[in-house]
C-alpha cells in the first residue's frame, strides 16, 4: 500500500470528524467553531478526494 494513499485515508478521516463538528456546532450556535470546522471539513475533504484520485489515476 501506498503511503500516499493512507495519507489520503487520514485526510479523509479528518474531514469526517470535521463534518461532525459543523453538526455540532450549528446545534449549539457557536459560529466562531462552525467557521472553523467548515474550512477544515472543505480544506481537508478536498485534499483527500485529490490525493485519492492521484494515487488511483497513477496505479492505472
Known amino acids: 500500500m501506498s503511503p500516499h494513499i493512507v495519507l489520503g485515508i487520514i485526510f479523509l478521516v ?3 470528524v ?3 463538528s459543523v453538526i455540532r456546532q450549528l446545534k449549539y450556535r457557536n459560529f466562531l467553531a462552525l467557521g472553523f470546522s467548515v474550512l477544515t ?3 481537508f475533504g478536498f485534499f483527500s478526494i485529490s490525493t485519492i484520485i492521484s494515487v488511483l489515476k ?3
Open 58 to 60: 497513477d496505479s492505472l
Open 14 to 16: 479528518v474531514a469526517i
Open 18 to 20: 470535521a463534518i461532525v
Open 41 to 43: 471539513a472543505l480544506a
